[in-house]
């Protein structure tokens, strides 16, 4: 299993251009989620799912959507990119049990708007 | 919603010392609390967590606290060693928010030969 993968690992946008950011995983897990990091203020959500078809906002969606047509896929676009965006973002699954698990990480993609 | 607060943001120690990282959360509905570790570059990986129907949980140098009462849990590390050092984050994460984690801040250990 390659677990979450995604790409692409290093990007530079121009104020004002879009782009989707990938992230696969074959976990077959139900949930996942986008975060991004950025120093001191550890990792904030931007939107997660719960199953394919369904998705919601978490603390920071602003300037980003997402959608989940398949169990495997969650892709996050950046509409307009702003510099107030250039973070290191991190997707991340989990299964479903009959409480919380364990998050599994992808290897993170790190934006920078100029 | 949740705040998770973490204490200290850096936490220098001498190899073979304790470290002992604390966190505080807001909401009494929060019931898993897992504790990652992020090396420089990498990825977050679960080092160990806790549910709330537990009080403290080990796993080899490892070690996590819960207060259930106070909203309060921490990590221990004995016996540091240099491959130690990393960013250590807290989360909390409340029933049927599957997956919707809120972080800690994140605390640097440094471990010093």
């Known amino acids: 299993n390659a677990g979450v993968t995604q790409t692409p690992k290093f990007q530079v946008l121009k104020t004002g251009q879009s782009m989707t950011l990938q992230c696969a995983q074959d976990m077959n897990h139900e949930y996942m989620s986008w975060y991004r990091q950025d120093p001191g203020m550890g990792l904030r959500l931007i939107h997660y799912s719960v199953g394919a078809g369904i998705t919601d906002q978490g603390e920071v969606p602003n300037g980003y959507n997402v959608s989940r047509s398949t169990t495997e896929d969650f892709p996050l676009r950046l509409l307009s990119a702003a510099p107030s965006q250039t973070s290191v973002y991190f997707c991340?699954?989990?299964?479903?049990?009959?409480?919380?698990?364990?998050?599994?990480f992808g290897q993170g993609t790190r934006l920078t708007v100029v | 919603g949740e705040n998770v607060e973490q204490h200290p943001s850096t936490l220098s120690v001498q190899e073979g010392d304790s470290a002992v990282i604390k966190c505080t959360y807001s909401d009494s509905a929060s019931n898993y609390f897992p504790w990652y570790k992020q090396e420089l570059g990498k990825r977050p990986q679960l080092i160990i967590d806790?549910?709330?129907?537990?009080g403290e949980k080990k796993d080899q140098r490892i070690a996590v606290t819960l207060n259930k009462t106070a909203k309060h849990f921490s990590l221990h590390i004995t016996e540091t060693q240099p491959e130690d050092s990393a960013v250590y984050f807290c989360?909390?994460?409340?029933?049927?928010?599957?997956?919707?984690?809120?972080f800690g801040a994140g605390t640097q250990v440094v471990v010093t030969p």
């Open positions: 991340a699954s989990s299964y479903r049990t009959g409480a919380n698990s364990e998050a599994f």
């Open positions: 806790i549910r709330s129907n537990v």
């Open positions: 989360a909390a994460s409340m029933a049927d928010s599957w997956g919707k984690l809120q």
